[in-house]
């Protein structure tokens, strides 16, 4: 059964920055490339990053590229994402999720997603 459990969220200063988890189990990380969403209240879930279960390639949306930075730790079995510089529209639930491949076309479609975490509150203050 595959599981994902993110943390890391919390209150930040504008400007500030996170990292936020995705834990998951090796052999998750292994068969799948992992992703990143936010949903903000009132507004759609978007995808920001995924990372390639293969070569490790990434693909982010344009808004935060730059500022975040998806990662894997195969040994902690955990993908990250850090965040800098961030803004006050950066306020959401982020969350992680499963797809088979991570791709500029796949990662912000939800429909490819397959596995989500319960995701991360992320405020960040103006």
């Known amino acids: 059964q595959v599981q994902l459990v993110e943390s890391g969220g919390g209150l930040v200063q504008t400007g500030g920055s996170l990292r936020l988890s995705c834990a998951a189990s090796?052999?998750?990380?292994?068969?799948?490339?992992i992703g990143w969403f936010r949903q903000a209240p009132g507004k759609e879930r978007e995808g920001l990053a995924c990372i390639s279960s293969s070569d490790g390639s990434t693909y982010y949306r344009d808004s935060v590229k730059g500022r975040f930075t998806i990662s894997r730790d195969y040994g902690k079995s955990t993908v990250y994402l850090r965040m800098n510089s961030m803004k006050p529209e950066d306020t959401a639930v982020y969350y992680c999720?499963?797809?088979?491949?991570?791709?500029?076309?796949?990662?912000?479609?939800?429909?490819?997603?397959?596995?989500w975490g319960q995701g991360t509150q992320v405020t960040v203050s103006s």
């Open positions: 999720a499963t797809l088979m491949v991570c791709s500029y076309d796949s990662y912000y479609d939800t429909e490819k997603y397959e596995h």
């Open positions: 090796r052999s998750t990380l292994y068969d799948h490339a």
